[in-house]
C-alpha cells in the first residue's frame, strides 16, 4: 500500500535526518488538521480538484520529478505514454490524499466514493474458515483500502509499524506525535490495529496468528522490506526484495492469501482491487512456498503498475532502491 511522506518533492525520506522529517510531518499534520476543521467538508470536492490539484501546489518541478521516475522503471514499456501528465495525476491524487486523511483525522464521515471489487472472492476464501490475508500493494492511499473495506461489510486487523505515518528510525517525537495524529484517521475504519513495535519483538504474530485463526481478515503490506530475511524476485525486469511475513504466515496458518491494490477512479472517487488467490501449498517445504509467492506476487505488481502507472506509490521503496542502482 501508498507510502506517505512527508514531503514529496525530495527524492528519498531517508537523505533527511529523522527528527528534521519528524517535525515537518507533525507541523504538516496540524496545519491540515486545523485546514479541514475550518473548510466544510461540502468544499472538498472543490478543494481537491482546484486548489490542491492546481499549479501553486503541483509544483512543475515535482512533475518533472515524478515524471523521470516513471520513465526509468516504464520507458521500455509504455514507449507511447506522457509520462508528464500520468506524473500530474499522481501528484494531485497524492495531495488529495493528504486532504482526506486530514479530514478523517476529525473522526467524522469523509466524503470520499469507495467501491469494492473482488468480495465474491474475499467471501469464498472466508468459508474456509482459515482466515484471509489481503496483501496490500503501494498504490493511492491506505486510508481509501481501510474506508472502502468498512463500507463493504469487512471488519479488517491491519498490521502496522509503531512509528507509521513517521520517520524511521523511529525518533520520540514521531512514535509520541506523528505516528499517533497519522493513525487517528484510520482507526475508525479498522476493527483492529496490530502494531509491531520500535524494537520490533515479534509478540504481534502470536496475535496475528489469533485473529486468522479466528478467520478474520488481516492486511499486510505486500511490497515492504524486513530488516532481514528478504525475498529475492523480479519486478519490470528489475531486482526487487519483500518481505516474506504474508506468506509465511499464509503457510503456517494455511489462510488464504489475496493480493490487493486500490485505484483512483477520479477525484475522491477510489476503487479497491481484491485480486485472486495467490497459491499456498502447504506440502512444499516453507521457505519454497514463500519464494513462489512472493515472485507471483510480484509479477501481479509489475503488471498492475503497467496498467495504473499514476496511482502506483512512486516513493515506495522499490524506486528508491532502483534508483540507488541506477
Same mark, same amino acid.
Given at each position: 500500500?501508498?507510502?506517505?511522506?512527508?514531503?514529496?518533492?525530495?527524492?528519498?525520506?531517508?537523505?533527511?535526518?529523522?527528527?528534521?522529517?519528524?517535525?515537518?510531518?507533525?507541523?504538516?499534520?496540524?496545519?491540515?488538521?486545523?485546514?479541514?476543521?475550518?473548510?466544510?467538508?461540502?468544499?472538498?470536492?472543490?478543494?481537491?480538484?482546484?486548489?490542491?490539484?492546481?499549479?501553486?501546489?503541483?509544483?512543475?518541478?515535482?512533475?518533472?520529478?515524478?515524471?523521470?521516475?516513471?520513465?526509468?522503471?516504464?520507458?521500455?514499456?509504455?514507449?507511447?505514454?506522457?509520462?508528464?501528465?500520468?506524473?500530474?495525476?499522481?501528484?494531485?491524487?497524492?495531495?488529495?490524499?493528504?486532504?482526506?486523511?486530514?479530514?478523517?483525522?476529525?473522526?467524522?464521515?469523509?466524503?470520499?466514493?469507495?467501491?469494492?471489487?473482488?468480495?465474491?472472492?474475499?467471501?469464498?476464501?472466508?468459508?474456509?474458515?482459515?482466515?484471509?490475508?489481503?496483501?496490500?500493494?503501494?498504490?493511492?492511499?491506505?486510508?481509501?483500502?481501510?474506508?472502502?473495506?468498512?463500507?463493504?461489510?469487512?471488519?479488517?486487523?491491519?498490521?502496522?509499524?509503531?512509528?507509521?505515518?513517521?520517520?524511521?528510525?523511529?525518533?520520540?517525537?514521531?512514535?509520541?506525535?506523528?505516528?499517533?495524529?497519522?493513525?487517528?484517521?484510520?482507526?475508525?475504519?479498522?476493527?483492529?490495529?496490530?502494531?509491531?513495535?520500535?524494537?520490533?519483538?515479534?509478540?504481534?504474530?502470536?496475535?496475528?496468528?489469533?485473529?486468522?485463526?479466528?478467520?478474520?481478515?488481516?492486511?499486510?503490506?505486500?511490497?515492504?522490506?524486513?530488516?532481514?530475511?528478504?525475498?529475492? +524476485?523480479?519486478? $519490470? #525486469? !528489475?531486482?526487487?526484495?519483500?518481505? /516474506?511475513?504474508?506468506? =509465511?504466515?499464509?503457510?503456517?496458518?494455511?489462510? *488464504?492469501?489475496?493480493?490487493?491494490?486500490?485505484?483512483?477512479?477520479?477525484?475522491?472517487?477510489?476503487?479497491?482491487?481484491?485480486?485472486?488467490?495467490?497459491?499456498?501449498?502447504?506440502?512444499?517445504?516453507?521457505?519454497?512456498?514463500?519464494?513462489?509467492?512472493?515472485?507471483?506476487? +510480484?509479477?501481479? $505488481? #509489475? !503488471?498492475?503498475?503497467?496498467?495504473? /502507472?499514476?496511482?502506483? =506509490?512512486?516513493?515506495?521503496?522499490?524506486?528508491? *532502491?532502483?534508483?540507488?542502482?541506477?
Amino acid at each position: 500500500m501508498i507510502r506517505n511522506d512527508s514531503d514529496p518533492a525530495r527524492p528519498a525520506r531517508g537523505s533527511m535526518r529523522p527528527g528534521v522529517d519528524d517535525i515537518r510531518s507533525a507541523m504538516r499534520l496540524a496545519a491540515g488538521y486545523l485546514a479541514t476543521a475550518i473548510v466544510p467538508s461540502r468544499h472538498d470536492a472543490w478543494i481537491v480538484t482546484h486548489a490542491l490539484g492546481g499549479p501553486t501546489l503541483v509544483r512543475q518541478g515535482w512533475v518533472n520529478h515524478i515524471a523521470e521516475r516513471m520513465r526509468l522503471v516504464l520507458g521500455t514499456r509504455l514507449t507511447d505514454a506522457d509520462f508528464d501528465a500520468l506524473a500530474r495525476r499522481y501528484c494531485q491524487m497524492f495531495r488529495e490524499n493528504h486532504w482526506m486523511r486530514w479530514r478523517a483525522m476529525h473522526g467524522g464521515s469523509v466524503p470520499v466514493t469507495t467501491s469494492v471489487t473482488g468480495l465474491e472472492t474475499l467471501e469464498r476464501a472466508r468459508a474456509r474458515g482459515r482466515g484471509v490475508i489481503l496483501w496490500g500493494m503501494s498504490f493511492c492511499e491506505t486510508l481509501a483500502v481501510k474506508i472502502g473495506l468498512h463500507r463493504a461489510g469487512v471488519p479488517l486487523v491491519h498490521l502496522s509499524t509503531a512509528h507509521h505515518g513517521a520517520a524511521w528510525p523511529a525518533t520520540r517525537l514521531g512514535l509520541a506525535v506523528v505516528a499517533p495524529m497519522f493513525t487517528a484517521a484510520e482507526l475508525p475504519y479498522l476493527a483492529e490495529r496490530v502494531v509491531i513495535p520500535p524494537d520490533e519483538s515479534l509478540g504481534y504474530m502470536r496475535v496475528l496468528m489469533e485473529r486468522l485463526a479466528g478467520n478474520h481478515c488481516v492486511s499486510i503490506a505486500g511490497d515492504g522490506v524486513a530488516r532481514r530475511s528478504n525475498v529475492a +524476485a523480479t519486478v $519490470l #525486469g !528489475r531486482e526487487a526484495h519483500f518481505a /516474506p511475513g504474508a506468506p =509465511g504466515l499464509a503457510w503456517r496458518m494455511g489462510s *488464504a492469501l489475496l493480493p490487493l491494490h486500490v485505484t483512483r477512479e477520479g477525484p475522491l472517487d477510489y476503487r479497491v482491487v481484491i485480486d485472486e488467490e495467490v497459491e499456498v501449498d502447504r506440502s512444499t517445504g516453507k521457505a519454497a512456498c514463500i519464494e513462489a509467492a512472493v515472485c507471483e506476487f +510480484a509479477s501481479r $505488481l #509489475g !503488471r498492475r503498475i503497467v496498467e495504473r /502507472p499514476s496511482d502506483f =506509490g512512486w516513493y515506495s521503496h522499490l524506486v528508491e *532502491a532502483w534508483i540507488r542502482q541506477k
